[in-house]
């Protein structure tokens, strides 16, 4: 079955959902869902999965929204906002880094599944835990096709030693971190079959240039999401649609298609596709944050990007 033949109850099977314009949003286990849907289903992924395995299990996030911290580090005030919790992905053992790795794996396996050949992956990923998830996605069946890089001062590292901090001022355990790494990954086309080839018969296999002719880059200088994004989706790692609207454009290569996010949040690259005009299906294991984006689809995807904050040739 080709997804042009696909119809909505072969991608939403028997699971609660939602639809927003173009967009389809499913109340769903991710794993679960990919391995369960036909076989070449979607075109491509753009998502930010939660890639610590601690930080988003009920206890972490009923600690963190009762302000007590535990796997979350509350970071200190900056530019005079207060800023979301993060993770402390340096706190996971060999254990908890072992099952991140079996996670991802199995993940590469279900997204293989869904994706027709050629398809991408963009994924959002950070410096510290990169090596350990890539290396997990490609044995799962994904080939690494590289890294997009978005230039963003964050709070991570930086920190001097914990319960040390008066007696070495001078040292940080890690650089205080300056980027975000967001990784490339494609499902192998078949043996022998080239990038024309694979256009022609699946509409993947490479990623959309700019509309000015110029190719995607892999450094995107885009900043903090803005205070107005926040407002109407606060979710604890939401992504500016400045940032999403380049990636979900790139990741159809001729603008047809249909963008999935498994880890769908608040819905940010949802309303990403939906700006753009791109059909797409986000999949959300919680119900808050699945509740969350059906409200907030639509007022994310009505936000207007300036274009030197997005160079793609239109302003939305």
Known sequence: ??????????????????????????????????????????????????????EYEFDQIEKRANGNGGIWRIPPSFDGSNRQPLPRFTALNERERGQLF????????CASHALLPGGHVILACN???????????????????GQIIRIVRTLRGGDRPKNA??????????????????????????PGMTVSECLRKYGTGGLRRLQEGLPFSDILDIGRTPKAEREIAP????????????????????GEGVVCDPFMG?????????????????????ES????ATGAIKPLSRISVERDQIDLGFNR
């Open 165 to 190: 901090e008066e007696e070495f001022p001078g040292v940080c355990s890690l650089p205080r971190g300056a980027y975000e790494p967001w990784g490339i990954f494609r499902k192998p086309m078949p």
């Open 289 to 292: 944050y699945y509740q969350l």
């Open 1 to 54: 079955m080709s997804p042009a033949t696909l119809q909505s109850e072969d991608l939403i099977l028997d699971y609660t959902h939602a639809m927003q314009g173009n967009a389809t949003i499913v109340h769903a286990d991710c794993l679960e869902w990919l391995g369960r849907i036909p076989a070449g289903s979607i075109h491509g992924i753009v998502t930010d999965p939660p890639y610590g395995v601690k």
């Open 102 to 109: 079996r996670f991802f794996k199995e993940w590469s396996r």
């Open 266 to 286: 608040s819905g940010s690259t949802i309303a990403a596709a939906e700006a753009l005009g791109y059909r797409s299906i986000g999949i959300e294991k919680y």
């Open 127 to 145: 410096s510290f835990l990169a090596q350990l998830v890539y290396s997990a996605l490609v044995e799962g069946g994904l080939e690494f096709r």
């Open 235 to 254: 979710h604890p790692s939401l992504k500016p649609q400045a940032l999403l609207r380049e990636l979900v454009w790139t990741i159809l290569p001729l």
